[in-house]
């Protein structure tokens, strides 16, 4: 038998239910632009029916439905594609983070404007040319001079400035691993968290979001990955290296790096020995790779190019005599690009262009030292001083091409994975004014029903045993 | 597929920064007029571009060093001809002292007298310097090279140096000449001269030895000066080589660095159409247009 009662708490269930409802679309509204929000959804249900008993058959009339009611509310993600997209957006950071690096690089040295060393190394070989078209004549002779002094000053300051960016690059390894320590904090917390949520038969939605969130992050930094265990928790690791397992995380630490100071290295810091972080991908990878590989190579390039420098001008030059017959002076001091001065003893006179004492029109060693500039020399692998820095600046311009390229390319297979996630996951305000049209509609009629009741009851109560009042 | 507002919104972003990365490069293309703003643009292209750019400024170099060198034989070559004159007329003059018609007192005095003014000036133009350097006088630009210690002596004081001066990639010309074994000759047939003419008792054997001392020394001149005038002309062609070069780098170079202005404002006006295009959808897909708006 039906009973007024029963219809009442179905029609109050229906209220209940979408009620609920309206609240999970309002909440998707409200973190319509949060970053990581994975839109969810009441999953609603009809509950258990019970049997009618039919009084005139023993058998029942059929299956009399008990309402509805929010089986669950359901996050729409799709881990298959969390995984793709973070080893993906591992690879584009690591990329973007050269390519940030390389370009700021290129832009310091500046070798396709005035400023670029090897205007100074042509600007040298031509004083010295037009020395050689006029030995004795003073004004050439300071003018030289103030040359290569650009010059060593030109090779000094691009040592600097790519020592400087290493410094750079160094604080920002110390200040990503840190990051990846609090990220893997972090991970560890919500994993104790969804864990106890999990246990209790609930879905931790909204922490979910969040580790996930942090989980994208500490694979843009170090190219990390997760797997999920079945209590809810995830295993993070590192290069095939744990980083959090349930609720504990590891920490990665600096220590100097030996042989390199002020450089440091990143290690595990529980292990003993310290045993270096073997990085899978992401930023730290590429800011490390750019420190340790790509900027020595250049400081070395630098180097050699300078000392190169330094040796054979200095050969010519210590063996000539000047206007005033001082002989073995050499033009540089130093060995290297930091080191190499100008030397203070050599003036307009002592600066020499002749091969023999007493002979200002004597320009042998002039000469010789011009044409060094075409001159393969053996230290710099059989090619002229220009053409070898010609081919830094060329395999450096590769380098940086080829780390644009490869940010954009991963760049854009990452927005796409990204996109897709976003497509699933994502809140649709217009799905969600439909589905709240849906739901105020559904809450609406619940609520006529539950008047209907009240009506019957009313005529039941007050209406009813009143003959002959 | 499924649409979102983020998603949407975050694609309208990636299109406006992509087109306004565009639009800024090509700026800054056209404000530079360069092709390339960095190696990395076309690290083959700059390479070749840098090793152009070396080698003009390589051939500037040259340039000033031909332009001094060409300047510098100039003057030697003037000093060179000035001794021919002088020759050509001392010739005259011996031929004269030679003949028989000449009297004694004449001889001794006038032609003597006019031969060892010759002599003074033949030292002067020894002496000839060019932006105050000596031109004969070897490495010793700063000595003057001859000096008449006695009326009978010739002292060269330079070091008969040759210049050497690279005048185009690989090739060196010699701009000066051993001066002394064009001067002293030619000197001292003439103190021969003058004093054989000036001598009481004339001597006719003497002054014929001197003329024709003073006829090779002549012709010692004459052998330096075509010597110097051929390697003028070298000078020359090496100047011509450069110009050539230069124009042909700089037109190369031009190809390879330039920016093709039409082109490149033909593509930003493009661009910034796009761009207005992304601007119109963006109001649009971003503007609270929702269904939001339309239920009631």
Redesign the interface.
């Known amino acids: 038998m039906p009973g007024i009662s029963s219809g009442i708490h179905i029609a109050l269930q229906a209220i209940l239910a979408h009620a609920q409802t309206i609240e999970v679309i309002e909440h998707n509204v409200a973190n319509?632009?949060t970053p990581g929000y994975r839109r969810q959804s009441a999953i609603l249900e009809a509950t258990v029916p019970s049997p009618i008993l039919a009084a005139h058959k023993g058998m029942g009339a059929g299956m009399r439905g008990g309402g509805v009611r929010v089986a669950q509310i359901q996050r729409f993600n799709l881990e298959f594609f969390d995984g793709r997209y973070r080893s993906v957006s591992a690879s584009a950071k690591y990329w973007e983070a050269r390519r940030d690096i390389?370009?700021q690089i290129?832009?310091t040295l500046a070798?396709?404007s005035q400023d670029g060393l090897?205007?100074k190394?042509?600007?040298f070989?031509?004083s010295w040319?037009?020395l050689?078209?006029?030995p004795?004549n003073l004004s050439l002779r300071v003018s030289l001079l103030d040359d290569a002094r650009v010059l060593a000053e030109g090779f000094n300051r691009r040592w600097e400035q790519l020592q400087q960016i290493r410094l750079d690059q160094n604080q920002a390894v110390i200040s990503q691993v840190e990051q990846v320590n609090a990220y893997a904090d972090e991970v560890a917390r919500l994993n104790k968290e969804i864990a106890r949520v999990f246990s209790t038969g609930e879905r931790p939605n909204d922490l979910l979001d969040q580790r996930d969130r942090v989980l994208d992050r500490l694979a843009e930094l170090t190219g990390a990955v997760a797997h999920e265990q079945k209590n809810g928790e995830v295993m993070v690791s590192i290069g095939g290296h744990v980083l959090v397992m349930g609720v504990q995380a590891l920490h990665l630490t600096t220590q100097p790096k030996s042989g390199d100071t002020p450089m440091v290295e990143v290690v595990w810091q529980a292990d003993t020995p310290p045993q270096t972080v073997n990085l899978a991908g992401g930023s730290l990878k590429g800011i490390l790779e750019v420190r340790d590989e790509v900027i020595p190579q250049q400081i070395q390039g630098l180097n050699t190019l300078a000392g190169q420098m330094i040796q054979q001008v200095n050969a010519l030059h210590s063996s000539g005599f000047g206007l005033n017959g001082a002989t073995g002076l050499p033009l540089f001091n130093g060995t290297d690009a930091i080191t190499m001065r100008l030397n203070a003893a050599v003036d307009a006179q002592s600066l020499a262009a002749?091969d023999?004492s007493?002979?200002?029109?004597?320009?042998?060693i002039a000469?010789a030292i011009?044409?060094l500039?075409?001159q393969p020399i053996a230290g710099l692998g059989n090619v002229s001083p220009?053409?070898y820095y010609?081919?830094q600046?060329?395999?450096?311009?590769?380098?940086?091409?080829n780390a644009?390229q490869n940010s954009t390319t991963h760049g854009l297979v990452a927005?796409a994975l990204?996109?897709q996630r976003?497509?699933?996951g994502?809140?649709?305000?217009?799905?969600e004014?439909?589905n709240?049209?849906k739901a105020q509609r559904a809450y609406q009629a619940a609520a006529r029903v539950l008047t209907a009741y009240d009506e019957m009851l009313d005529r039941i109560i007050n209406g009813l045993g009143l003959v002959g009042r | 597929m499924r649409v979102t507002h983020q998603g949407m919104i975050n694609n309208t972003i990636a299109h406006l920064s992509g087109n306004m990365d565009q639009i800024a490069r090509l700026q800054s293309k056209i404000a530079a007029g360069k092709k390339n703003l960095s190696p990395s643009d076309d690290p083959v292209n700059t390479s070749q571009s840098l090793t152009m750019r070396s080698t003009l400024n390589n051939l500037q170099a040259y340039r000033s060093t031909n332009e001094l060198t060409r300047e510098w034989m100039e003057a030697a070559d003037y000093s060179l001809e000035q001794l021919q004159t002088i020759g050509v007329r001392a010739v005259g003059l011996i031929t004269r002292g030679l003949s028989d018609t000449m009297g004694s007192d004449e001889r001794q005095h006038a032609l003597a007298a006019e031969i060892d003014g010759m002599i003074a000036q033949v030292v002067q133009i020894g002496n000839s310097t060019h932006k105050g350097e000596y031109i004969f006088a070897g490495f010793q630009l700063h000595t003057q090279p001859f000096v008449m210690s006695d009326p009978n002596t010739l002292v060269y004081q330079g070091d008969n140096g040759l210049l050497q001066r690279a005048i185009a990639p690989g090739q060196s010309v010699v701009m000066n000449l051993p001066a002394e074994p064009v001067f002293r000759p030619l000197v001292e047939s003439l103190i021969a001269a003058r004093n054989a003419l000036q001598s009481a008792s004339f001597d006719r054997n003497a002054l014929q030895t001197a003329f024709t001392q003073l006829e090779s020394a002549l012709d010692a001149v004459d052998a330096q000066r075509t010597g110097l005038g051929t390697r003028m002309r070298q000078v020359k062609a090496a100047s011509d080589g450069i110009d050539k070069t230069e124009i042909e780098l700089n037109s190369l170079l031009s190809k390879r660095e330039d920016l093709n202005m039409a082109e490149a404002i033909t593509l930003l006006r493009g661009q910034e159409t796009t761009y207005q295009a992304v601007l119109e959808v963006s109001r649009r897909a971003i503007s609270a247009l929702s269904l939001f708006d339309y239920l009631r």
Do not use: C, H, Y
């Open positions: 319509a632009n390389l370009v290129e832009a070798e396709t090897i205007n190394l042509d600007q070989w031509n040319q037009n050689a078209g006029d004795a002749a023999a007493g002979q200002p029109g004597n320009n042998a000469m011009a044409v500039r075409n220009n053409e010609n081919g600046i060329t395999s450096f311009g590769v380098l940086t091409k644009t927005k990204n996109d976003e497509a699933v994502g809140v649709s305000l217009d799905e004014a439909a709240l049209a």
